[in-house]
């Protein structure tokens, strides 16, 4: 809860870089479950969504990265724009009316102290949406509300971890100073369009 207080408190002071995204109802394999029940569980989700933040998420990113046509299909149904799974399962070129836009990092992968990196942990970090930005010609971070909640060993615990924030203010500091734009995933498409014009 202290997390998603800190989120609406964020949306409510207009941050332009935040957008809410739709993980289901419950983070399991939304494959297992046929068209209806995946619609189900998006539409569930963006009123519950609504109802917390009073705003409705434009993006649905599968949980497990698992999506099938189904999934696709559920995701237009609740008249949402953008899907974004990991570009390792979600590739171009992408055959129906939604706009893809998918991860290329998750935040808490750019956390760790990758050995095959050199530096720090932010220098390790920023080489690696460098490298994303190089072969995509962007890079897509995935941030969930629990990757900033304090943990105790692997639960977590109802506290925000101010650590994870200075990494996060710290991450967006160096990727502005390097010249790198800042983007929401909903403004990606038309940047990518107009850059191959």
């Known amino acids: 809860p202290k997390v998603v207080g800190l989120i609406n408190e964020k949306i409510r002071d207009g941050s332009p870089l935040i957008r809410i995204a739709n993980r289901g109802w419950e983070y399991v394999d939304h494959t297992a479950y046929d068209k209806e029940q995946q619609a189900a569980s998006i539409g569930k989700t963006n009123d519950r969504v609504f109802q917390v933040l009073h705003v409705r998420p434009t993006a649905f990113v599968p949980p497990l990265d698992l999506f099938n046509k189904d999934t696709i299909g559920a995701t237009a149904q609740n008249k949402m724009p953008y899907f974004s799974a ?3 399962r979600d590739a171009p070129p992408y055959a129906d009316s939604l706009k893809h836009v998918p991860s290329t990092s998750l935040f ?8 095959f990196y050199t530096g720090t942990v932010p220098q390790k970090a920023l080489a690696k949406i460098k490298s994303n930005i190089s072969q995509y010609g962007y890079g897509v971070i995935s941030l ?3 990757d900033f909640a304090a943990k105790d060993g692997q639960v977590s615990k109802n506290e925000v971890d101010s ?17 790198i734009e800042i983007v929401t ?13």
């Open 86 to 88: 990991s570009i390792v």
């Open 108 to 115: 808490a992968n750019l956390m760790d102290d990758d050995p």
């Open 144 to 146: 969930q509300s629990q």
């Open 163 to 179: 650590g994870k924030l200075q990494f996060l203010d710290a991450m967006l500091d160096d990727l502005r100073s390097g010249g």
């Open 185 to 197: 995933l909903d403004e990606i498409p038309s940047i990518l369009e107009n850059e191959s014009l």
